[in-house]
C-alpha cells in the first residue's frame, strides 16, 4: 500500500535513491542542518539560497554555505540572481564543491531579493527566468561536468498571475532538469493556504519530474501531497526546522503505514550535536547566537519548554548550553560531537 510513493528519482543521470528532500531555508539550511537531516533520512537536500553577485564578488565570503557536509553524499546548491551573465560565472565557481546539481531560486519572496529582479521576481519576466536557466545550462556543461540543473518557482506573483506552467515549460526549454513547485504566490508569502491542485496540474502537462513544496508540516502532510498530486517527490523547508526527524518519519509512513515521534531527550541531544557541528564551521560565538532560534524550533511543544528556551536563548557558550541542558536531565559531557 505504502510502497509505490516512496521510491527513487531520477533527475538526468542523477539517481536519488528516495524521495523526501530538504528544501533550501534562508538562514537555517547551513551545513551542520543538512548533516542532521541527512542522518534522519533525507534523500536530498539543498544549500540555502546563495547570491550570486556576492560569490562571484566574493567567493571566499561565500565559501562556508557552498561546502558539502561529511556525510552529504549528494546536494545541490542553489543561486540566485538577475543577470545571466552572472549567474554564468556564478555556477562556474562552483566547481571545486562538485554538486550533484544547481538550483535556480525564482521561487523566494523575501523584498530584498525580489526588488533585484530575482527569486520569485523572475516569475514576472519569464523571458529573462529562461535566460538565466539557459546561462546556468550552459556553465554547468563548461565547468561542472554538466550536472542539472533545477529551478524552484512559486505558483505566480500574485492570484492574477498565475503562470508556474508557463516558467515550467521555458525553463525545460531552456534545459531545466527537474521543477520545485511551492503552492503559493510570492504575495503570499508564507501565509494562507498553498494551493496543491498547481502541482497536480504542473505533473500532468510537463515530462519533467515535478517537486512538491508547502504546507508540509507532517509525515501525513507528505504522504498525502505525494497521493493527491502524483508529484516525484516532496520538499520539506519550515517543517523540518527544529525537527529533522521528520524525514525518518516520513519515510517510516511511506513505507510502513507508521511513525514513532522522537522523545524531548533525543530532540535536545539532536539540537545539541547541531551545535557543535555549526561551531565547527561558523566559530563558538556565532553558532550558540545561530542556534537559539534553532532551540526554540526544538523545544516547541515539549513539556517543559517554555522555561527551558528562556535559559536558551541566553546562552552565549557551547558549555552554556551544555550546563543549562543537562539540568534538564541530559548527559552531554561528551567532548565528540558525534557521541553528544
Known amino acids: 500500500m505504502f510502497l509505490n510513493i516512496y521510491h527513487s528519482v531520477m533527475i538526468d543521470a542523477l ?20 548533516s542532521i537531516c541527512i542522518e534522519q533520512g533525507a534523500n536530498f537536500t539543498f544549500t540555502e539560497l546563495i547570491s550570486s553577485e556576492a560569490l562571484v564578488r566574493n567567493g571566499v565570503k561565500s565559501a562556508v554555505l557552498l561546502r558539502r557536509g561529511d556525510n552529504e553524499k549528494q546536494y545541490g ?49 519569464p523571458p529573462l527566468l529562461g535566460q538565466i536557466v539557459a546561462a546556468v545550462v550552459k556553465s554547468s556543461q563548461d565547468h561542472l561536468g554538466s550536472v542539472p540543473v533545477t529551478i524552484k518557482l512559486r505558483s505566480g506573483w500574485d492570484e492574477g498571475s498565475i503562470n508556474y506552467y508557463e516558467c515550467s515549460r521555458i525553463a525545460a526549454d531552456a534545459g531545466a532538469a527537474l521543477v520545485s513547485l511551492h503552492a503559493r504566490t510570492r504575495t503570499q508569502g508564507y501565509g ?3 494551493d496543491w491542485s498547481h502541482i497536480k496540474d504542473l505533473v500532468s502537462r510537463i515530462t519533467l519530474p515535478v517537486i512538491g513544496s508547502g504546507d508540509l508540516f507532517t509525515p501525513e502532510d507528505a504522504e498525502n501531497m505525494l497521493r493527491e498530486t502524483r508529484c516525484a517527490a516532496v520538499m520539506f523547508a519550515r ?8 524525514f525518518s518519519m516520513t519515510r517510516s509512513l511511506l513505507l510502513t503505514g507508521a511513525y514513532i515521534l522522537p522523545d524531548p531527550s533525543e530532540r535536545l541531544k539532536t539540537g545539541f550535536r547541531q551545535l557543535r557541528l555549526l561551531a565547527e564551521d561558523a566559530g563558538e560565538t ?15 511543544g ?4 517554555a522555561p527551558l528556551r528562556n535559559r536558551l536563548v541566553h546562552a552565549e557558550t557551547i558549555e552554556a548550553y551544555r550546563q543549562i541542558l543537562d539540568q534538564y536531565g541530559l548527559d552531554l559531557s561528551g567532548k565528540n560531537p558525534a557521541n553528544s
Open 15 to 34: 539517481s536519488l535513491e528516495g524521495n523526501v528532500f530538504l528544501g533550501p531555508i534562508a538562514g537555517y539550511s547551513d551545513r551542520s542542518f543538512r
Open 77 to 125: 546548491i542553489q543561486l540566485f540572481g538577475a543577470d545571466p551573465v552572472v549567474m554564468y560565472k556564478a555556477a562556474a565557481l562552483l566547481a571545486p564543491y562538485h554538486p550533484e546539481a544547481v538550483d535556480i531560486n525564482a521561487g523566494c519572496p523575501v523584498p530584498k531579493v525580489v526588488k533585484t529582479g530575482a527569486g520569485s521576481g523572475l516569475m514576472r519576466n
Open 192 to 194: 494562507g493556504k498553498s
Open 239 to 246: 517543517g523540518a526546522i527544529g525537527n529533522p526527524f521528520i
Open 286 to 300: 556565532i553558532a550558540c547566537r545561530e542556534m537559539r532560534k534553532q532551540f526554540c524550533a526544538y523545544t516547541r
Open 302 to 305: 515539549m513539556p517543559g519548554g
